[in-house]
């Protein structure tokens, strides 16, 4: 049996997408089964992926210099990697703040909303730097497959992965791919 191993992580998103691949129950037990090796995931053990990792699934855009910085190790180290859901595929709801100035963005999130009272944004070092532009991961480094779907679903994970571990190169059609 081949083995593939598996590293994700999430930047700019909302951690549905990881929810997502949650959903497919069972199916998880089945493809590790087949071979699939969960190393390093936020549902897991959230680390940084090894050297020659077989597939790097990346859900969320790319906002900041940390979110970059995960990008890029994930591109240096895994052999093909993945975008998951809108966020990643497109950037997504992400880059609505695309048109506001960060400094006016981060007033209203922590300093102005009408429930905070002596609000400050939070700075230091282990907190990331919003970069000008908020991005979809293509943007940043090469990516191999896309997975669209806000978030997409399990069904379509599913796929993509048993493609993989048969050793197929991954097709999604039909009601599984899906921009929603
Ligand atoms: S694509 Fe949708 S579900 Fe996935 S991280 Fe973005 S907002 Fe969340």
Not at 24 to 32: G, K, T
């Amino acid at each position: 049996m081949n083995k593939v191993t598996l590293a994700s992580d999430w930047l700019e998103g909302c951690a549905g997408c990881h929810m997502s691949l949650l959903d497919m129950d069972e199916r998880i037990i089945e493809l590790v089964q087949m071979g699939l090796v969960l190393t390093a995931t936020p549902i897991t053990d959230l680390k940084i992926p090894a050297f020659d990792t077989d597939l790097g699934v990346i859900e969320g855009a790319v906002a900041t210099d940390h979110q970059l910085e995960v990008a890029k190790l994930y591109r240096e180290r895994c052999k093909v990697l993945v975008a998951l859901g809108d966020c990643a595929v497109f950037g997504g709801i992400n880059t609505m703040r695309n048109w506001i100035p960060i400094e006016e963005l981060l007033r209203r999130g922590y300093v102005t909303t009408e429930t905070t009272v002596d609000g400050k944004i939070p700075k230091g070092p282990g907190i990331g730097t919003h970069l000008p532009r908020c991005m979809a991961l293509n943007e940043v480094v090469k990516v191999d497959f896309f997975i669209p779907g806000c978030p997409p679903s399990a069904d379509a994970i599913y796929q993509v992965l048993k493609d993989v571990l048969e050793g197929k190169t991954p097709k999604l059609e039909g009601k599984l791919l899906s921009y929603e």
